[in-house]
């Protein structure tokens, strides 16, 4: 079975990163931190490294997270049970005005009619 290229080169990266946890943790090798910070150019160029490192990683995870949100998948779970619901809603709806035609009542889906005289909702004098 063939591994993929990707798996192969995480795992490399991987392993050079702890390589390089051990071998400070062993004081290999070490570098100075106050030999690094009293040096400007030296903190200059790490300070602008590790911020064009930042904003790479920042624009691969948008990337990432507008494929996913953009991409076209089925609906989650929560999506497919609503629409099911809707679906025996308008099945009820549609029994009900059955039954309302087999039967000759009034359709629950109208407005109610008026009987005439004067408005119940009016004050009587």
């Known amino acids: 079975m063939r591994r993929p290229r990707f798996l192969l080169f995480w795992t490399v990266v991987i392993a050079a990163l702890l390589f390089i ?40 995870i948008g990337i990432y997270v507008s494929q996913r949100l953009l991409s076209p998948r089925g609906f989650s779970p929560f999506e497919e049970e609503m629409l099911k619901m809707r679906a025996e809603v308008i099945e009820m709806r549609r029994q009900m005005t059955e039954l309302v ?21 009016e004050p009587r004098p």
């Open 21 to 60: 946890e051990v071998a400070e943790l062993t004081r290999l090798f070490t570098i100075p931190f106050l030999q690094a910070i009293s040096n400007v150019v030296t903190f200059a160029v790490a300070l602008i490294f590790v911020t064009i490192v930042a904003l790479v990683g920042a624009i691969f």
């Open 101 to 121: 035609e087999r039967t000759g009542g009034t359709d629950p889906n109208s407005p109610p009619e008026r009987s005439g005289g004067a408005d119940p909702r």
